[in-house]
């Protein structure tokens, strides 16, 4: 039961180079969000989905796209990288249910990315 | 706009001693779940404590508890009997209706032995 893995774990883009990361989940949760972490700023929220083929915006969702094809899966894609997109990116689910653990995010192990 | 503000960048308590975090925020919802999650140097986010806004009862679990005050919208958490392995990035964060999430800025926590 691996829960939440992000991949890839690091990776240096120069700026303009497209790339995408993926998260997965074996939790069978509905919710699935990516997060963008920046020293002194905590998490902002980019896009997330509330189940299978949808997406929303999140606070800063510019220069992002987000693909949910399939339930365990949250794609998060830069199109033409940029150095203020130099971050630490966090995935996380939640099940969606109310109850006892009622939206508990489980995030993933982060993502960090440097545009140069 | 929708926020969170965690006013206290930075706080340190002795081992053994209590602490508490601040939180404000600012919804027009009325139905919204607050949080507070604990990020070590490991970088995983791990939650520490949840309330649901119409609960009146303060949450707590074990050592952690929260002063949830709805009309003032804060949200602190006290963290009793402090150990070293506390030590760590705090954020506090709420989460509303439509399943949109903010987040603090965060408090970084130092536990003197």
Redesign the interface.
């Given at each position: 039961n691996a829960g939440v893995t992000q991949t890839p774990k690091f990776r240096v883009l120069k700026t303009g180079q497209s790339m995408t990361l993926l998260c997965a989940q074996d939790m069978n949760h509905e919710y699935m969000y990516w997060y963008r972490q920046d020293p002194g700023m905590g998490l902002r929220l980019i896009h997330y989905s509330v189940g299978e083929g949808t997406t929303a915006k999140g606070e800063v969702p510019d220069g992002y796209n987000v693909s949910r094809l399939k339930k365990q899966n949250f794609l998060l894609g830069l199109e033409s990288a940029a150095p203020s997109q130099t971050s630490v990116y966090f995935c996380a689910t939640t099940d969606g249910v109310r109850g006892p653990r009622s939206y508990e995010q489980y995030f993933g192990p982060g993502t960090r990315l440097t545009v140069t | 706009a929708q926020t969170?503000t965690?006013s206290q960048?930075e706080m340190s308590v002795q081992e053994a001693e209590t602490v508490t975090l601040s939180c404000t925020y600012d919804t027009s919802e009325s139905d919204y779940?607050l949080?507070w999650?604990k990020q070590p140097p490991s970088?995983?986010?791990i939650?520490v404590i949840?309330q649901?806004a119409y609960k009146q009862q303060n949450a707590t679990e074990n050592r952690f508890s929260v002063n949830f005050q709805k009309a003032a919208k804060s949200f602190s958490l006290k963290i009793s009997d402090s150990q070293l392995g506390d030590a760590a990035m705090y954020?506090c964060?709420y989460?509303i209706e439509?399943?949109?999430?903010?987040?603090?800025?965060?408090t970084r926590l130092t536990v003197k032995p």
């Open positions: - | 969170v965690q960048p779940y949080f999650y970088r995983q986010m939650l949840r649901e954020f964060a989460r439509n399943n949109d999430m903010r987040f603090g800025a965060g």
